[in-house]
């Protein structure tokens, strides 16, 4: 298997739904053009490939300045723990190392904490910072 990194926005719809199906994420798969909008607007893409079979994504808005928001990184469920997602972290935030707040907002899980945590991101509830969100119903 050779996984190949892509920056693009551009992304085959079928190919994306499949993807964030897989993940479980269905709030994202109830609107497939909100969705592709969504990635068409994103600050920045990357996507990694196996061949032509989109396997893995990361997408972050923001400025890329002042802050980088993480907001979805997600992988095939049948390539996960190979190592995609922290080359699509690492990648994401080699690119933008220079800016001061990295921020995500995800589920709680121990293997989703784990991740996060090897890949420098600290909790807010262990840390001095305090999160708020506001969720639409």
């Given at each position: 298997?050779?996984?190949?990194?892509?920056?693009?926005?551009?992304?085959?719809?079928?190919?994306?739904?499949?993807?964030?199906?897989?993940a479980g994420w269905f709030?994202?798969?109830?609107?497939?053009?909100?969705?592709?909008?969504?990635?068409?607007?994103?600050?920045?893409?990357?996507?990694?490939?196996?061949?032509?079979?989109?396997?893995?994504?990361?997408?972050?808005?923001?400025?890329?300045?002042?802050?980088?928001?993480?907001?979805?990184?997600?992988?095939?469920?049948?390539?996960?723990?190979?190592?995609?997602?922290?080359?699509?972290?690492?990648?994401?935030?080699?690119?933008?190392?220079?800016?001061?707040?990295?921020?995500?907002?995800?589920?709680?899980?121990?293997?989703?904490?784990?991740?996060?945590?090897?890949?420098?991101?600290?909790?807010?509830?262990?840390?001095?910072?305090?999160?708020f969100a506001r969720l639409k119903g």
């Amino acid at each position: 298997m050779n996984i190949t990194y892509q920056y693009a926005k551009s992304i085959d719809n079928d190919k994306v739904m499949k993807l964030y199906k897989d993940a479980g994420w269905f709030a994202y798969t109830k609107d497939a053009a909100l969705l592709q909008q969504a990635i068409q607007q994103s600050f920045e893409v990357i996507s990694a490939w196996d061949g032509d079979k989109l396997v893995g994504l990361i997408r972050a808005v923001g400025d890329g300045l002042t802050i980088l928001y993480i907001q979805d990184i997600l992988v095939l469920k049948d390539y996960q723990n190979q190592g995609i997602a922290t080359q699509l972290m690492e990648q994401m935030l080699d690119n933008y190392k220079n800016v001061r707040q990295k921020v995500l907002l995800t589920e709680e899980a121990p293997d989703v904490r784990h991740f996060y945590e090897k890949n420098g991101f600290m909790s807010c509830d262990q840390g001095s910072a305090v999160a708020f969100a506001r969720l639409k119903g």
